[in-house]
């Protein structure tokens, strides 16, 4: 099978396509014939060798794809309803850069009703992300404000349906982004209150926006530059969660306004949580099915797609190479909204 690895840290340029042997499902793994892959942030940053892999994790690079069923491993059929041939999505802790992945069975899912199978790739980290940070640890409720940073992205764009469609449609979900098409975007979305931040300062709008109250939970992602005001956007009670630190990972805390308006800061991840247990990813991704996926299904909530790159099939490695190159090029340059696909093609497809 054709995989991407980084022998070397650096840009694009990095990244290499290798053959190596097809994976063999274990006890409780499930194989997938991958069609598409996701591209996140988090590839970027592993690219550069700033965030290794967990410990046991594949060194190929991706969090997530989409695929076919292609083999099971021992107790998945006694254990699931999962069958070859079915059509999935998965979330990974590496190995989706390639034509073929193992996964534990508890993080595969169903490709939600209505939604292509090379779109699905776009769903596994934005909505286990979400739903168990905004939703599951944050405990956003009806009646409280969503202050969204990079309402464009992936998860910003799922942040903004899921909170449109279960806080009801008078609620205040804000956003920020970097240009006039993004907040547009999210305005489709269900955005209510947006904020330029090349213009604006995002504290003084989310508390005009609420009559001085301010967001009961923010979704940063920016980090150490943020911090301070992050917490100064909150409502007395709110939650602060932390996706990640493109812009620093230190920051100045005032311990006397956390404590004196109660507060609270949570740093959350996916990629390093064990499969299985309460907050395992295993029950994140059961809970998406439970709650995201019907709204999927009835199309209130989508998969948000800005570009889907074709690796082609009978090119050279170097000629696929540089398709996943362009991908990550174009991550990088943030003119997306949603998510990029990275789409394998096979000769005979």
């Not at 499930?30 to 892999?53: E, I, K, W």
């Amino acid at each position: 099978m054709r995989a991407v690895l980084v022998p070397e840290p650096g840009g694009p340029e990095a990244l290499v396509v290798v053959e190596l042997p097809d994976p063999e499902p274990g006890p409780g793994e499930v194989l997938l014939d991958v069609v598409a892959s996701g591209v996140n942030r988090a590839d970027l940053l592993q690219r550069q060798g700033h965030y290794p892999p967990p410990p046991g994790a594949s060194d190929v690079l991706g969090l997530e794809v989409s695929g076919v069923v292609a083999a099971l491993g021992e107790g998945v059929e006694n254990a699931t309803e999962l069958r070859v041939g079915d059509a999935a999505c998965a979330l990974l802790a590496g190995g989706g850069y390639a034509e073929r992945v193992v996964v534990p069975a508890g993080q595969v899912m169903p490709v939600p009703t209505g939604v292509d199978l090379v779109d699905a790739a776009a769903l596994p980290e934005v909505a286990a992300t979400v739903w168990s940070t905004v939703f599951m640890s944050a405990g956003l409720r009806p009646g409280e404000v969503l202050l969204v940073h990079g309402g464009g992205s992936g998860v910003g764009t799922m942040a903004v349906q899921l909170a449109r469609q279960l806080l009801g449609r008078r609620a205040v979900v804000a956003v920020t982004a970097g240009s006039e098409r993004k907040l547009r975007a999210c305005a489709d979305l269900g955005a209510s209150v947006l904020i330029d931040y090349t213009r604006q300062d995002f504290v003084a709008e989310i508390r005009a926006a609420t009559g001085g109250r301010g967001a009961d939970v923010v979704v940063d992602v920016v980090g150490g530059p943020y911090l301070e005001r992050n917490l100064a956007a909150l409502a007395t009670g709110g939650r602060l969660v932390q996706l990640g630190m493109q812009g620093g990972r230190r920051g100045e805390v005032d311990l006397g306004l956390m404590v004196s308006r109660r507060l609270s800061l949570l740093g959350i991840a996916l990629r390093p949580r064990p499969v299985d247990g309460p907050d395992g990813k295993a029950a994140i991704c059961a809970s998406v099915v439970e709650h995201v996926w019907p709204l999927i299904a009835e199309g209130t909530v989508r998969p948000v797609v800005s570009e889907r790159v074709v690796i082609p099939a009978g090119v050279s490695e170097s000629a696929a190479a540089q398709a996943v190159a362009r991908a990550h090029r174009d991550l990088e340059a943030g003119a997306h909204v949603g998510k990029v696909l990275l789409v394998w093609e096979r000769s005979g497809r």
